[in-house]
Structures are given as structure tokens and as C-alpha cells.
């Protein structure tokens, strides 16, 4: 009786084995499915993102002889910067390029070819170099976007007319440029060098960097010194009372706070109560503050719990005061890991678009700011409003710009990363 | 500026008190061999000189800064002509901002005339008598407060304990700004919700079905009354969170799960740092790649197996959000797992069942309480989220269960209403606040109940 039924239920057990063998590996390929999906998704990302941005690093310029005529840019012999025909000047010279295009219809169109830029470069090369006027100059000048566009295969010259942004006729003198060797791709500068634009060939970058950069040294020189004396304070002076819970609490829970709800405080207390200026990155600064403040808390923190508290009572028994231990021991074996925490808040701080929205740092703004408060944008917002334009030309441009910031939060985190590294200790 | 130099200025006056200070006490017990007569260390007389030089200076130059703008105003506005000062508050602050701008050298939006002409003139006076005045003040107070100081230096002056109180109170007030960070928020947004809903009755933006909030510019506008019935925000922004959710969760916890169980470790290492670089995108980036590749492509999608898809669906949005939670999920559920004690695993493994059966019947219940808090608190941050939604959501405030219609949440609301000019003080804008209020408060108590019950259950098999 008994081993029968032993047998019985071993054969229950046996019966059962190869459908809990396959829900085993069921539930294992659903686990490595699981993490596939998020690495395929991050290959995806990146690889869409290289192959729309990259070629935003290159640019289509022009080739023309342009004669710096001293009858046109100074008609009374007196040369003014502001008013002279730098516009005709190039046109006299794309005209001469392409002489079949005759009549005002077909000039008209021929002048969209190149940008408004090409105007601005002389005037630039003329302000440097006034000597230079009166000679012909062969100079390399940017293309008008759409041409940059045909060029690099985004305008497909198949399609009906009206459909697309360059007429047949334009397409037709592009072409002849390039058969003459005149129209050359080349690094893109300008994206590096100006400030945001409305013609995608002259947009830039480097206003919202500056705006970004200038942003962060305020939220850096602010949030860290903060942040490790608050950590102090409630790692190794505060007594454990109500108080010291309802901050703690609190910190933790500002880490968790939506990042627009920090956008709306600045908006009520530094502009509206306080009166600073609006888009400035004074203000951008002191609200990503108070956002990375939690973080650089709940690392600082941690750092400090990680020191032993050896090394504590070794310093107290040798007669340090309480603060004497904590600024001459705990915090230099702590600062790896505060640093560390910093430089992740400051990578966090760089990556926020949501409160600078509130305070005014959306504006089309044109100028590198030069100041604290000159009215500026930071560069993930410089991506989402480049991600609105329609212009084909500035969806590469904002694939452009991430990559841009994508290769700042890297290094940022590499040497956040590094850090942690070479300073980490083993007690 | 002028306050940088000052600024520059006392740091300066700062490090010669402190050397003037060390130096007088080691001079009043005879030099360096005699140090043991003081009461604190040298460096400690030092300090105690700089902070008396420098913390009155500070505090007096920032009451300048704050009050100086305000102080100035008014005594231009004083001295305008009647027929001026008398105008209404609204066009007295514009004169104000065009008089500003003229002495700055701005562009200025009226005719320049003799009075602006006078007065911007005034301004420029006033505020560079009022800079002089303050270089004076500021350094005349360091200049002071240091002296004193280094007057009582004694050697039996308690400089250690003076200075240390002073660094404990700087302390204690670094900590504090996070909760004063807190009343700033609650006080700012509520105080707007307050004025919001004096205009709009509680009830009608709690359970109204209307959103469309276009207030009249002129009273005599036709047809821009504004309703402010925020319920298909509410729906819109519960919509894609759940769509979220349903991505994050089950593919986050599975992900917890196999690195957790089932990985070598060298994929562990790989797997692990990639997800992180997941959390680490900002989320405007996220957002274009919602609004321009994930978008068309669930479109075009849709189109192939004849779904009607919007351009700016619920869909995208959602999905794509539910990406950037994945490793907020993971690292939460892959804690709670690993808090549960190895002898509740080893013993469900002795008993013979599998890996998978270990994990579902023993390890997930254990470790649930942790895991459902992690949810809690992804289900705050996809509430909270803005950037993605901003970018694919899309505007249109449908009343809607469909997701791959456009709907709108409170987050794109907040920024449409608030990005752009409007006066301060209408409906509109104010409706940004009273969402934002609603925004924080339900984000608080999921953030409190996510956090307690995550920690509580980590404590717990400690």
C-alpha cells in the first residue's frame, strides 16, 4: 500500500514535470524578452538619432566670385555697415553664374538658392578687411537650406512640382553648380558658432549652450555647498526628533516632485514676487537648485554614512570638537562621493526643460547671451523648439543638438562615474 | 555689475580680518611658542574676525539689493508731474517699464517726451547715487564689524565655540531650505489656485466636462467666456499613465526578475548600465522621438491594419513614456526582490519547485508590498511627466477612452496656458496654477505612500 503510493505520487510529480519545465522557460524567455525590450529600444534611439543627425555636422556651401564693388556698397564714398547692398552684391553674382535666368520671376527664385547668410559674411569679411572692397573675392557662402536639403537626399526631386519646396528650374541650376564644382559640402560651423535662427542653414547651437552653461554654473556654485551642509547637518548634528523626520521626509519627497511644479514656483516666487527678470539664467539657476537640491542631499548623505564611525571617535578621542571631526575627517573621506552626487544633480539639472518653460526661457532669442541675466534658453529647450519648426532642414538640426547634449550628460556621467572609481574606499 | 566687485571686495577684506585676527592673538600671548595660552586655536581668532567683517556687510548689501529697486520707483514716481502720478496702477506700471527701459538705453514701446525724458534721467541719478551709497555702507560695515572684533580678541575670548555656533546655524539653515522649498510651493501654488477658483467655482473645474479655457482679452469679446471643466484632463493624463503603466510594469518587473534569478552575471553587468543610460535621456529627447518616429509610425500602423490613428495619439505618448519608466520600475522591483531573506528562496527551491515557481508562488508575494510602493511612485513620475506629452499629446482636450485619439493632460495644459503673454491675473493663467496644485497634491500623497511602504518592507527583512 505504502509504495504504491509513494509511486503514485512520484509519478504525479513526474506527470507533471514537462508542463512546469516549459512554464519555466516561458517565464525565463518572457524575462530576457523583458530586458531586450528596453536595450533594442536604447539600440533604436541611438541609431535612428545618428542617422537623422549626422548630417546636420555638414552643410552645403556655394562657390561665388563676388566683386566687392565700391559703386554699390558705398554710393556717396562713405561706407555704412548697416545699409549697404551686401544682398545685391550676391545677386550680381549669382546672376552671373547662372545667366539663363532672366526675367524677375526666374531671379526671384534663383536668389532663394542662397541664404541670407551670404549677405551677413560680407559684411563681416568687409568690417574685418575694409581694404578688401573694390576687389573680386571667391568665397565659400552657405546655400539656402533647401538646397542643403536636395543635396543631402531629403527633397526627392521626383515628385510632382508643387509638392516640394524647390521648383524644377531650381533643381535645374543646382545641378549645373554641381557640375561646375561649385557647390561643396562642408563642415557646419555655424551650428557650433551662432545663436538659434529663423533660417535653419544659420541656426546654432551655441546660444543655447551658453544659456545652459551659465544656468548650471549658478545651480553649481548654489546646490552643492547647500546641499553638503544640509547633509551634514542632518547626518551628524541634527538629534533625532520630529523635526529632523519632517526634513527628511520632506527631502524625499521633493526628489519626487514633478519637475513643472518647480517651474510654477519660480514663476510665482523669483519672477512675480521677487521681480527678477524673465528667461534669465539667473533665475533658470536657482530654480534647477532647488531641484537637484534632494539629490545631491541623498548622495551627500550616503557618503557620509559610508565613513566609519571609527574614524570619528578616533579624532573625538583626541580631543577634536564635534565640528572640528566633521570639517577635518568625515568630510574630505566623504567628498568622492558627494562630488560624484553633484556631477549626477548637475546631469540632471542640464537635461530639464519643463520649469525653464515657466519662467520665460522659450523665447526666440537670437543673441548669445553674454550675462547672468540676458535673456537666454538652455539647450534641451533649444531641442524642443527646433523639434516644433516644420522645417525639414531643423528635424536633423534638433537630431543635431541631442547629440550634442547627449555627449555632454555622457561625459558628465563618465566622470561621475570615473570618480567613483579611483576615489572609492574599502573601510 | 557694481555687487560682484563689492562682492569681490568683501572676500578680500575677509581673508586680511582673518590674518589680522590670527595674528593679534598669537601677538597678545608673545608669539608663536605661546599658543597654548589661548583658548582655541589661532586660526579660530582669525575666523572670528572675518565673519564679523563680512556676515553684517552681506546681510545689510542683500536687504539693499531686494529693497533698492522698489525704494527707487517710487521716488521717481514722486516727482513725476500730477496729471502722471495720478493715472491708474495699470498705466502707472507701464510709464515705470518705459521709463526703465529709456535709462537702460532700451527700446521704449510710447513717444519719448520731456517728463519720460526727465524722469529716466532721474532714474539713472538715483540709481547711481543709490550704488554709491551702498559701496560706502557695505565696506564702511566690514571695515566696522572686523574692527570690533578684532578689538575684543582675548585670550580667554571662546573663539572656537562663537565660530562653530556660527557654522552650526549656517547648517541648520542650509537644511531648512528644503522645507521652506516645500512652503514656497504649497504656499505659490495655492495662493493662485485660491484666486483661480474665487473666478471659477470649485465644482465646475472638478467635475466639468468642458475644457476650453479662452477668456476674453476685451469685455466686449464675442463667444470667449472659458469653461474650465478639467475632467478630460483628468482622463487624458489617467489614460496615458495607464498606457504607461501597462508597458513599465509587467516589462519592468520581468526585467527585475531575470537579471535578478536568471542572468550570468556578465550580462547582469552589461544589461544593467544600458538601462540606466534609459534613465539617464533627458525626457525632451524622449519627447522627440515620440512626436517624430514613434508617432508616424504607429500611424502608418494603424492605417495598414485600418485603425483610424490621430497624428498626435495617446498611444505614442504612452509607450513611449512607459520606455523611460522601465528602469525606474526595474531598480525599485529588483530592491524589494532582493530585501527578501535567501532563506524564504533557498527553502522554496529545496522543497523541489522551479526557478519560475520559487519566484511567483514565494518570492513576488513577499516581496509585493515593495513593489506595488515602486509602482506608486512610477505611477507620480508618469502623472508628473511633461516634456513627452508636451511634445506627442497633442492639445485637443477630448473626453476620451480611446488611445489612439489625442487627448491632452494637466501637465500640457500647465505649460500652454503659462508659455506666452497673458496678464497675470485672468482665469487662464491663474487655471494653470489650480492644475498645478492638483498636480502636486496627488502627486504628494502616491510619492508619501510609495516612499513609506517602499521603505518600511526594505527595513523589515533587513
Not at chain 1, 516644420?390 to 543638438?401: I, L, N
Not at chain 2, 571686495?9 to 608669539?31: C, D, K, N, P
Not at chain 2, 463667444?223 to 501597462?246: D, E, K, Q, R, Y
Not at chain 2, 525599485?332 to 529545496?350: F, H, K, W, Y
Request: aromatic share 8%; proline share 5%; net charge neutral.
Amino acid at each position: 500500500m505504502a509504495t504504491s503510493d509513494t509511486k503514485t505520487t512520484r509519478q504525479k510529480v513526474e506527470a507533471g514535470l514537462p508542463r512546469r519545465r516549459r512554464k519555466e522557460f516561458t517565464f525565463k524567455l518572457l524575462g530576457m524578452f523583458a530586458t531586450a525590450i528596453g536595450i533594442v529600444f536604447l539600440g533604436l534611439f541611438f541609431a535612428s538619432l545618428i542617422a537623422e543627425g549626422t548630417s546636420a555636422f555638414k552643410q552645403t556651401f556655394l562657390k561665388l566670385d563676388i566683386e566687392l564693388s565700391e559703386d554699390v556698397l558705398a554710393p556717396g564714398g562713405e561706407l555704412d555697415l548697416a545699409y549697404a547692398d551686401f544682398d545685391g552684391l550676391v545677386r550680381t553674382a549669382l546672376r552671373a553664374e547662372i545667366p539663363e535666368a532672366s526675367g524677375r520671376q526666374d531671379r526671384r527664385e534663383l536668389y532663394r538658392i542662397v541664404s541670407v547668410g551670404a549677405a551677413y559674411q560680407l559684411r563681416d569679411l568687409i568690417a574685418q578687411n575694409p581694404d578688401l572692397m573694390g576687389t573680386i573675392q571667391s568665397l565659400w557662402v552657405p546655400a539656402s537650406s533647401n538646397v542643403d536639403m536636395l543635396i543631402k537626399g531629403n527633397i526627392d526631386a521626383n515628385i510632382e512640382e508643387a509638392l516640394r519646396p524647390l521648383s524644377d528650374k531650381q533643381i535645374g541650376w543646382v545641378r549645373q553648380l554641381q557640375d561646375k564644382g561649385r557647390l561643396e559640402s562642408r563642415f557646419n560651423r555655424a551650428l557650433f558658432t551662432n545663436g538659434d535662427s529663423r533660417e535653419p542653414e544659420l541656426a546654432g547651437i551655441k546660444g543655447a549652450v551658453m544659456g545652459s552653461v551659465y544656468m548650471l554654473l549658478v545651480t553649481m556654485v548654489l546646490s552643492f555647498p547647500i546641499g553638503v551642509a544640509a547633509a551634514i547637518y542632518l547626518e551628524e548634528f541634527a538629534p533625532r526628533n520630529r523635526w529632523s523626520d519632517l526634513i527628511e521626509v520632506n527631502i524625499n519627497n521633493l526628489a519626487a516632485v514633478p519637475s513643472i511644479v518647480f517651474g510654477l514656483l519660480g514663476l510665482a516666487v523669483f519672477i512675480n514676487w521677487a521681480a527678477l527678470p524673465r528667461s534669465a539664467p539667473l533665475v533658470g539657476g536657482l530654480v534647477l537648485t532647488l531641484l537637484t537640491l534632494p539629490v545631491i542631499i541623498i548622495a551627500s548623505r550616503a557618503a557620509i554614512k559610508a565613513v566609519p564611525p571609527s574614524i570619528r571617535e578616533a579624532a573625538l578621542g583626541l580631543g577634536a570638537s564635534q565640528t572640528q571631526v566633521v570639517f577635518h575627517h568625515v568630510l574630505p573621506l566623504a567628498l568622492p562621493g558627494m562630488l560624484t552626487g553633484a556631477i549626477i544633480g548637475m546631469s540632471r539639472a542640464l537635461g530639464e526643460s519643463a520649469p525653464l518653460l515657466m519662467i520665460g526661457m522659450v523665447a526666440f532669442i537670437v543673441d548669445v547671451p553674454g550675462s547672468l541675466t540676458d535673456p537666454a534658453t538652455a539647450l534641451p529647450v533649444q531641442i524642443f523648439l527646433w523639434a516644433d519648426s516644420p522645417e525639414r532642414a531643423f528635424a536633423e538640426r534638433t537630431s543635431a543638438a541631442i547629440i550634442v547634449l547627449l555627449g555632454f550628460l555622457l561625459v558628465m556621467n563618465l566622470t561621475a562615474v570615473i570618480l567613483r572609481k579611483r576615489m572609492e574606499r574599502r573601510w | 555689475m557694481q555687487s560682484t566687485t563689492l562682492i569681490l571686495m568683501l572676500g578680500f577684506m575677509a581673508i586680511t580680518a582673518f590674518f589680522y585676527g590670527r595674528r593679534r592673538s598669537l601677538a597678545l600671548v608673545g608669539g608663536h611658542g605661546h599658543g597654548m595660552a589661548l583658548h582655541s586655536l589661532p586660526g579660530y581668532y582669525g575666523y572670528y574676525v572675518a565673519i564679523w567683517a563680512v556676515l553684517p556687510a552681506l546681510a545689510l548689501l542683500l536687504v539693499w539689493v531686494m529693497v533698492e529697486p522698489r525704494v527707487i520707483v517710487a521716488l521717481v514716481v514722486n516727482g513725476l508731474p500730477d496729471a502722471y502720478r495720478n493715472l491708474p496702477p495699470g498705466e502707472l506700471n507701464l510709464l515705470v517699464n518705459n521709463i526703465q527701459n529709456l535709462a537702460a538705453g532700451d527700446v521704449v514701446s510710447v513717444d519719448v517726451d520731456d517728463v519720460l525724458q526727465n524722469a529716466a534721467t532721474m532714474f539713472n541719478a538715483y540709481v547711481e547715487k543709490s550704488r554709491q551709497f551702498l559701496a560706502v555702507l557695505v565696506l564702511g560695515m566690514a571695515g566696522l564689524g572686523g574692527a570690533m572684533a578684532w578689538r575684543r580678541i582675548h585670550p580667554d575670548l571662546r573663539a572656537r565655540n562663537r565660530v562653530e555656533r556660527v557654522i552650526r546655524w549656517f547648517l541648520i539653515a542650509a537644511s531648512s531650505i528644503a522645507i521652506l522649498t516645500t512652503i514656497g510651493i504649497v504656499l505659490s501654488v495655492l495662493f493662485e489656485a485660491i484666486r483661480f477658483f474665487q473666478k471659477v467655482p470649485l465644482t465646475e473645474f472638478l467635475f466639468g466636462l468642458n475644457w476650453s479655457p479662452q477668456t476674453a482679452i476685451r469685455a466686449d469679446q464675442v463667444g470667449s467666456s472659458g469653461s474650465f471643466g478639467a475632467v478630460p484632463l483628468f482622463t487624458g493624463t489617467l489614460l496615458i499613465t495607464s498606457i504607461a503603466m501597462v508597458v513599465a510594469v509587467p516589462v519592468g518587473l520581468m526585467t527585475a526578475i531575470y537579471l535578478a534569478e536568471y542572468s550570468s552575471a556578465r550580462i547582469r553587468g552589461i544589461a544593467k548600465p544600458l538601462l540606466e543610460v534609459l534613465a539617464g535621456i533627458p525626457t525632451v529627447v524622449y519627447g522627440f522621438f515620440a512626436a517624430l518616429t514613434v508617432a508616424p509610425w504607429i500611424r502608418s500602423a494603424g492605417e495598414s491594419a485600418g485603425i483610424q490613428v490621430a497624428s498626435e495619439s495617446a498611444l505614442a505618448a504612452g509607450i513611449v513614456m512607459g520606455i523611460m519608466i522601465i528602469p525606474l520600475v526595474s531598480s525599485l522591483a529588483d530592491d524589494a526582490i532582493n530585501a527578501v531573506p535567501s532563506a524564504m528562496r533557498d527553502g522554496a527551491l529545496g522543497l523541489g519547485s522551479t526557478r519560475s515557481e520559487t519566484m511567483t508562488k514565494v518570492i513576488l508575494p513577499a516581496a509585493l508590498p515593495g513593489i506595488v510602493g515602486g509602482i506608486l511612485l512610477a505611477v507620480s513620475r508618469a502623472i508628473g511627466e511633461t516634456m513627452i506629452v508636451v511634445m506627442a499629446a497633442g492639445l485637443a482636450a477630448n473626453l476620451t477612452a480611446n488611445p489612439f485619439e489625442a487627448v491632452t493632460t494637466v501637465t500640457v495644459q500647465i505649460v500652454t496656458l503659462l508659455v506666452g503673454d497673458q496678464e497675470f491675473d485672468s482665469a487662464k493663467t491663474l487655471a494653470a496654477f489650480a492644475l498645478g496644485l492638483m498636480l502636486f497634491v496627488v502627486t504628494l500623497i502616491l510619492n508619501v505612500i510609495g516612499l513609506s511602504v517602499v521603505r518600511k518592507y526594505r527595513e523589515q527583512y533587513d
